[in-house]
């Protein structure tokens, strides 16, 4: 015969582990965004092969500011991994500095999509393929200030208290930032790049 243990005056079960919920939000937030930018994708493609000229006659669209914005969120993601590592390690210290880094890319990123945005010389009622490209714009920034938003509460979470409540925020925000980073992999101004010109 087995004993049961019994638990003291006013001590709850323990409940079983699962997905912490902030990292389940995270994961579902993010999928969002990657969705939306498969879709512009599809768009954009199905774009080109219905255009005899790609890309359209006027547009003078600099590929180096999109290959930019890439290497930008790219360092990003490697920074955000690196602050995951280290708050699941133990150390605060650093983990707090790559989150703060991590917004600081973020936000270098936004000023360089408004830069992009404004000086590409088209809007998004001048053609379709200005439609296409602003709104990849205006999607990837959304994400973005989502995620330095994230990233931002964790941080001062971070600050604030230790222990595995702030470690799973970390984990949860760098997840988050990882689909945000995808997203912006897989849409059409950051693969603009690859579409040879016709």
């Not at 360092?75 to 150390?91: F, K, P």
């Not at 360089?112 to 709104?135: D, E, M, Q, R």
């Not at 330095?148 to 997840?175: C, E, H, P, W, Y």
Request: proline share 5%; no cysteine; glycine share 10%.
């Amino acid at each position: 015969m087995t004993a049961v243990a019994a638990l003291e005056s006013g001590q709850a079960p323990a409940r079983p582990s699962g997905p912490h919920a902030l990292t389940v939000a995270a994961y579902v937030a993010g999928s969002a965004f990657l969705l939306a930018s498969f879709a512009m994708l599809g768009a954009f493609y199905n774009l080109r092969h219905g255009s005899a000229v790609w890309p359209p006659k006027g547009v003078n669209f600099d590929e180096y500011l999109s290959a930019m914005l890439t290497a930008t969120m790219l360092l990003s993601a490697g920074v955000v991994g690196w602050a995951s590592a280290a708050s699941t390690a133990g150390n605060r210290r650093q983990a707090i500095g790559a989150l703060a880094l991590t917004v600081g890319l973020g936000g270098a990123f936004l000023n360089l999509a408004w830069y992009t945005g404004t000086h590409s010389g088209f809007g998004p009622s001048s053609h379709p393929f200005g439609a296409v490209v602003i709104t990849g714009l205006v999607v990837a920034s959304v994400a973005v200030v989502i995620g330095i938003a994230f990233l931002a509460a964790t941080l001062l979470k971070a600050q604030l208290r230790a222990g595995n409540d702030s470690d799973s925020a970390v984990t949860a925000a760098a997840r988050f930032w990882f689909l945000v980073v995808a997203a912006w992999i897989v849409s059409p101004v950051a693969l603009y790049g690859l579409m040879s010109p016709r």
